[in-house]
Structure formats: C-alpha cells, structure tokens
C-alpha cells in the first residue's frame, strides 16, 4: 500500500501539467487607437505564469514610443486556442490588450 501512495503524487503532476514561466511579445495594436496587444504562446498540458509587470513595461514602452505617457490593462486576458486535437487543444495563444494613456 505505501508504494501506491508514493506513486500517486508523481502521476498527479504530470496529470495537472506544468508551469512554465512565459515572456509577453507585442504583437499587434494600433497607434490611432492608441493599442497594443501583448501575447504568447502555451503548448498543450502547459499553465503558462506570465508576470503581470513585464507586459506593463513592454506596452508602456510601445505607447511611449507613440507619445503616449504610459499603458494600462484594457480588460482581462483571453486564450484563443489556435490549433485543436481530437481530445484538446494543442496550441494556445494567451492574449492581453493595453490601453494608451497621454
């Protein structure tokens, strides 16, 4: 009986996935509108942990390049599966748009 228990929590883990430290890219946004999205990419069984201040600092450097003075979050972040398998999804592109302040 110990060895079953002992075995369980490493089963566990890779059941639940791994977390793996992402790094926000700009990828799109608009100067008009004074926009700019941030995304990455997850893979599948991946839970991506992006830092909250690294994506502010891009999308403030974005805005302030468009002279704007800083950036801040327009809304919460949305994952768009990009590729799906028969079960789940394979690739997820995780998405966060911030707005242009002056």
């Known amino acids: 009986m110990k060895y079953i228990i002992a075995a369980v929590p490493p089963v566990l883990y890779l059941l639940a996935g791994c977390a793996t430290p992402k790094y926000w890219e700009a990828t799109g946004g608009s100067q008009s509108d004074g926009l700019v999205q941030l995304s990455y990419q997850e893979g599948p ?3 991506g942990q992006s830092r909250e201040s690294q994506g502010l600092a891009i999308a403030t450097g974005r805005c302030q390049f468009w002279d704007y003075k800083h950036a ?8 768009v599966c990009r590729t799906m398998g028969q079960l789940h999804c394979l690739e997820t592109t995780v998405i966060q748009e911030y707005r242009c302040k002056t």
């Open 45 to 47: 069984f991946e839970y």
């Open 72 to 79: 801040e979050p327009s809304g919460t972040e949305k994952s």
